[in-house]
């Protein structure tokens, strides 16, 4: 019987993940299964008690059961086309409001320019800094009279932003909708946003019906070429992530938790949750690669860098 208990106890969490990850209802519970590290965590000290008291066949379970879930998680970088044509760079980072070292982003900005950088938690004064980027980066949203910095965005880029907008939801969250000409008849409607971290259920629900606006949104105007870009808070391993803007390309990255700026977070302890969607109608536009870059520190986020192209 206490053999048959200690059995149970070593396949129950992986079930109960395969459970609960099939429901997309209760808040904490998408949470929970959207971070795979923590029940590959969890099965690699299953595996270190099991191998301290020879237990082999055990072992093997929590070996295998923790290779499985290492497998869930993020990576560092992802190729998708190998050979990228006519290709433009895209930024995206959390800044983090309270980053120590927001001049790291300045610098990094400048020597590492990219064709658009979308940007969250943009302080009032980082955003005056950033302005000084305007010979590199002429065209910018975010920061103007009037405007603001909707949910704590600013859109950056070399190439013109036209049409550019501000959706506000009945909850008072900011969608931004501009339209990026990068270059002669390749218009693309970008809709940025940063809905709250799920910390709570009202919050989960705002979250939720943030994203689900976007794609109303992406319904009633339509466009040949569409960029859904930010911080949202949404574990790429969650069913509800599988189901968001259906046709659309993405590929995620590992992004957050970035733990501490004295050593190299690894991807594998991390999620994926700063995502960027592409969608061409004629399907010849393709995401080719997107990279979790090391630098600018100073955010509990990764900056993202991905390329488009042909």
Not at 28 to 41: D, I, K, Q, R, S
Not at 71 to 94: D, E, F, G, H
Request: glycine residues 6%; charged residues 15%; aromatic residues 10%.
């Amino acid at each position: 019987m206490i053999r048959m208990a200690i059995w149970i106890g070593l396949i129950l969490p992986a079930g109960l993940w395969l459970i609960l990850f099939l429901n997309d209802d209760i808040w904490w519970l998408e949470n929970v299964t959207g971070y795979p590290a923590l029940f590959a965590g969890l099965y690699l000290g299953m595996l270190g008690l099991c191998f301290i008291t020879k237990h082999w066949a055990k072992s093997a379970v929590c070996a295998g059961l923790s290779c499985v879930f290492f497998l869930l998680t993020p990576v560092k970088a992802r190729t998708v086309l190998a050979n990228c044509s006519n290709s433009v760079s895209i930024l995206q980072y959390n800044v983090f409001y309270d980053n120590p070292d927001s001049n790291s982003l300045i610098s990094y900005l400048a020597n590492h320019p990219a064709d658009l950088v979308a940007l969250q938690e943009v302080s009032p004064k980082l955003g005056d800094k950033l302005k000084s980027l305007s010979d590199l980066y002429p065209y910018m949203y975010g920061g103007q009279e009037g405007v603001g910095y909707p949910s704590g965005q600013m859109i950056l880029s070399r190439h013109a932003l036209t049409d550019s907008s501000v959706f506000m939801t009945p909850d008072e969250q900011s969608i931004i909708r501009t339209t990026w000409q990068v270059g002669p008849q390749q218009a693309i409607t970008i809709f940025a946003a940063h809905p709250p971290s799920p910390r709570t259920k009202a919050l989960w629900h705002r979250r939720n019906a943030l994203m689900k606006t976007i794609e109303s949104l992406n319904h009633q105007y339509p466009s040949d070429e569409v960029l859904v870009i930010g911080d949202f808070n949404l574990s790429s391993r969650s069913l509800r992530f599988t189901k968001l803007f259906l046709g659309f390309q993405t590929a995620p990255v590992a992004s957050w938790p970035n733990w501490t700026n004295l050593f190299q977070t690894p991807e594998a302890s991390m999620i994926a949750i700063d995502h960027l969607w592409l969608k061409s109608a004629s399907g010849l536009r393709r995401i080719c690669q997107r990279d979790s870059l090391s630098h600018p520190q100073g955010s509990d986020h990764k900056m993202i860098r991905t390329t488009i192209g042909y």
